[in-house]
């Protein structure tokens, strides 16, 4: 094919001279045939192609399948039911319920009941009435002095800088119409997580972003100024997250920009590191000390952590420490392994952590075999996006879950899987301002507001058709999971709560 291309293109460059000669308005053609045949012979000479350089410019054709291998699968190849993470399934619930147009659906389910871990809900013979509930949970231990009421949904972190300005300020926008928290991630406290007044849990990570000395360390001073501001209602100290848990993360220096430099308290243009540990606390009971300081720096607002789940050994150990010291965060998110991310190392992507389902139930069950669960608030987070996997969440032990890709296809997400590369198609994932214009807020942050709106009534005809008049009747029994393909079991067999055990 080498050979091949070299023979073709000394003809083509051939007869392309004679025919300029005799026909000199050959020129238009000469001007598409030259750059392609250019192109051809760069790959031809290039040495890190293999493909390119066996098949001198057909050979891009395959490398531009390669990059939008994913694009040409969502649209063209895969079915309603196929597609990862989300299957269009799962992103046509979204989409309807944000744009608050028709939410039915003909024909039955595309989702097999025969398949190996297919989950389904138990309705009941008589559905209640009416359901009672304003689907809100106080979040504060007996050590807090501003609880906080909380949605039993709201908007996981997400940083302004991974995410853009447009989609920060829509997120706002939205939840401050449907009355949710929005997490700020671990990028900071900026002017677009104020712009409406929604509630904001303010998330510290391991760079602690907006709080920080000039050496990287926390900074109380910075912290209390942004704990103390009204808005921030929630304060949550990321330890580890599900899409990269135990691993740090980069901010290329190319997105690094001035203004987001100054919302992240580092020096603009330089990449920077955010480490998989924290250099305030290295154990349980500098953990317990650093939540002590920060409630005291917020006036006694909830402190948080967030982690996703690994050793569970490390687990119960903190736990037990909690319980001697009698000294806890006011909540925990737990972060299941298929959590999303921006970017991820490729290992703690595809096979760290522990699930959100197992995570869960393990988290209530350690919590309430150590006599603090009472205490402690469990939100949870990982793919959940309907009023089903609100429910098994809930039924699982928590009190509350978190959604970021939810949110995400509210704003307009199509799954691209380009959120590392600056590239995002809709103006989600990236600071190129012509792309950013493609995300009108006022139109996004009230889809934003109609996903959340839509899913919570769908959750409260969920529960009536289940005979459940509020959350206080939810319980395993009611969700069935396919063992086999002739076996099938409660979450009450599965998932044995610690007084059976």
Sequence with gaps: MRRGFIIMSILLVLVLAAMLILYPLWWGVALIIIPLLILGLIDYCQKSNNIRRTY??????TNLLEKQRHVFQEIVLLNRAEGKPFNWIQKEIIYKRAADANKSQPFGTQIPYDKVGREWFTHSTYP?????DDFRVTVGSSLCTQPYSSSILNLSGMSYGSISKNATLALNGGAKIAGFAQNTGEGGFTPYHQEYGADIIFQIGTGYFGCRTKEGNFDPEKFRDIALHEVVKMIEIKISQGAKPG???ILPAKKNTEEIAKFRDVEKGKQILSPPHHSAFGSDEEMIFFIDKLRKLSNGKPIGIKLCIGQKDEF????????KNQNYPDFIAIDGAEGGTGAAHMESLHWAGLPIVEAIHFAHSTLVKHK????????????IISAFDIYRMLALGADACYSARGMMFA???VQSLKCNLDKCPTGITTMEPSRVKS???EDKKTKVANYHKNTMEAFKELLGSMGLENRKGIQKKYIVRRINETETKTYDEIFVNPSKE
Excluded at 128 to 132: A, D, H, I, L, Q
């Design 56 to 61: 001198p410019l057909f050979g891009r054709i």
């Design 128 to 132: 209640v009435k009416e359901v009672n």
């Design 247 to 249: 691993f740090g993360a």
């Design 316 to 323: 119960d150990s903190m736990a037990q420490s909690l319980a």
């Design 372 to 383: 603090i669960r009472d205490e402690i608030k469990l939100m949870a987070a990982g793919k």
């Design 411 to 413: 704003l307009g997400c």
């Design 439 to 441: 995300l009108v807020v």
